[in-house]
Nanobody
Framework: VQLQAFGGGLVQPGDSLRLSCAAS????????MGWFRQAPGKSRELIAG????????YYDDSVKGRFTISRDNAKNTVYLQMTSLKPEDTAVYYC????????????????WGRGTLVTVSS
């Protein structure tokens, strides 16, 4: 499985942005997916996770109520809709796939996409 994340950019506080992560390869619908982010000088953190059928979804408290993770298995794509963006959301965002349920532990993911930079600044 190859993952490609895109959709990042420079936005102002309060703006919205949607990240997409397109997967190539088969059996995408069997993978748990996670969106991670890593800000300068900080460790990589899971901000949203989604199970293969979207029946189990997780959000970190820092994004709960503002971000929405979703997936379209027919399109082999997972999304991260971000609203009410704040300067502290500035980071490189990564999508990751795991042949099992999503997890907080980034080392347990099997595949990673290249990061996409989100910068929130006025």
């Amino acid at each position: 499985v190859q993952l490609q994340a895109f959709g990042g950019g420079l936005v102002q506080p309060g703006d919205s942005l949607r990240l997409s992560c397109a997967a190539s390869g088969h059996q995408f619908n069997m993978y748990g997916m996670g969106w991670f982010r890593q800000a300068p000088g900080k460790s990589r953190e899971l901000i949203a996770g989604i199970s293969w059928n979207a029946g189990n979804i997780y959000y970190d408290d820092s994004v709960k109520g503002r971000f929405t993770i979703s997936r379209d298995n027919a399109k082999n794509t997972v999304y991260l809709q971000m609203t009410s963006l704040k300067p502290e959301d500035t980071a490189v965002y990564y999508c990751a796939a795991r042949r099992s349920a999503w997890t907080h532990d980034w080392s347990r993911y099997d595949y990673w996409g290249r990061g996409t930079l989100v910068t929130v600044s006025s």
